[in-house]
């Protein structure tokens, strides 16, 4: 008997109004526009407001999801948040977002895997899809990351922002939607992206604190290698296992941490610069949410095919990577 699919049959994305420059980040620490420009690419990045928390921006990117699939929020069965900036450490986001949405019946958990999040949990709410447990799943992607910003570290502040992203899963012929996904992780390599107090290991004192340890920290420089050497790797498997060559892509949709990391796997892939989505100029790396933002924009802008391949490839904390490609109907 052949399975069938997990097609993305709605999508919405959602950027908190204020607007943070680099002009802006050079009033806090020093930096310049020029290099920040020439080693991210990043040109602004959004904040949420004082009174909004990431279940706000979960809530504006489902109803556009909810929207476009033409679905009222009743219909889910279940919801997936990815997100390393929950509300509240527990409970999960999602369950905050069930309750804004009014949904009755519907299962909730949190995915807490940093940028590859939103890859992850795409792969994971198609797999309730195809067993047949479930017949619509919304899958988000929602990131507060500057409220974890260490504001005093020039080579963190510069490249975060927040956002939100939303996909309703829903059945499809086999053969449509999710064609393949591969993931992989390097935990011995976790501490190079990580917030460092807080938690069962090392909870929070006044003197952690002051030493910003509540805040996220990054080797930015060792993270830059992981992810160029990763991306190769992890996009070839989900490529073999979907059968198909990169000259089939038609779209491909990175994580967006850095331009230059999307140069490096454009060259690498031989995928060509038209067929790679961009938009971190304007919103930084909003971790698990900037892939769904990316995708939403270019939908929005330029529409997407049905028949067309869209291959997405996240790399983040953990050190995870995760690819995926989708045929879209
Ligand atoms: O989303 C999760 C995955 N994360 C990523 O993919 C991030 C991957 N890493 C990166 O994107 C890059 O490594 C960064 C953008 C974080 C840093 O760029 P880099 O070219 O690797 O810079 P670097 O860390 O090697 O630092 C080069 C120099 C240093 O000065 P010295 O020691 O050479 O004198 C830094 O102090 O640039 C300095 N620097 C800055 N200068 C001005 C670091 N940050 C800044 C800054 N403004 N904001």
Known sequence: MEIRGACIAGLGAYVPQRVLTNQDLCDIVDTSDQWIVEHTGIRERRMLAEDQATSDLAYEATLLALEDADIPADDIDL??????????????????????????????????????GWVQALATGSQFI????????????????????????????????????AAVLEPCDPGQGLLSFAMDTQG????????????????????????????????????????????????????????LEFDDVDLCVMHQA???????????????????????????????ASLGIALHEHKCEKGIAPGDHILMVAFGAGFSLAAAVFRWV
């Open 258 to 288: 850095n331009i230059r990391i999307m140069d490096a796997a454009h060259r690498r892939l031989d995928i060509p610069y038209e067929k790679m989505v961009i938009n971190l100029d304007k919103y930084g790396n909003t971790s698990a």
């Open 79 to 116: 919801i997936i948040v990815a997100s390393v900036t929950p509300d509240v450490p527990f409970p999960a986001t999602a369950s905050l977002l069930q309750a804004k949405l009014g949904v009755r019946g519907a299962g909730t958990y949190d995915l807490m895997s940093g940028c590859t």
């Open 130 to 165: 195809q067993s047949g447990s479930c017949e619509r799943v919304l899958v988000v992607a929602a990131e507060a990351l500057t409220r974890v910003t260490n504001w005093t570290d020039r080579s963190t502040c510069v490249l975060f922002g927040d956002g939100a992203c």
């Open 188 to 243: 011995d390599a976790a501490h190079l992206l990580t917030i460092p107090a807080g938690g069962s290991r090392t909870p929070m004192t006044p003197e952690l604190l002051a030493d910003h340890k509540d805040r996220l920290h990054m080797d930015g420089h060792e993270v830059f290698k992981l992810a160029v050497r990763g991306i190769p790797e992890i996009v070839g498997q989900t490529m073999e296992k979907a059968g």
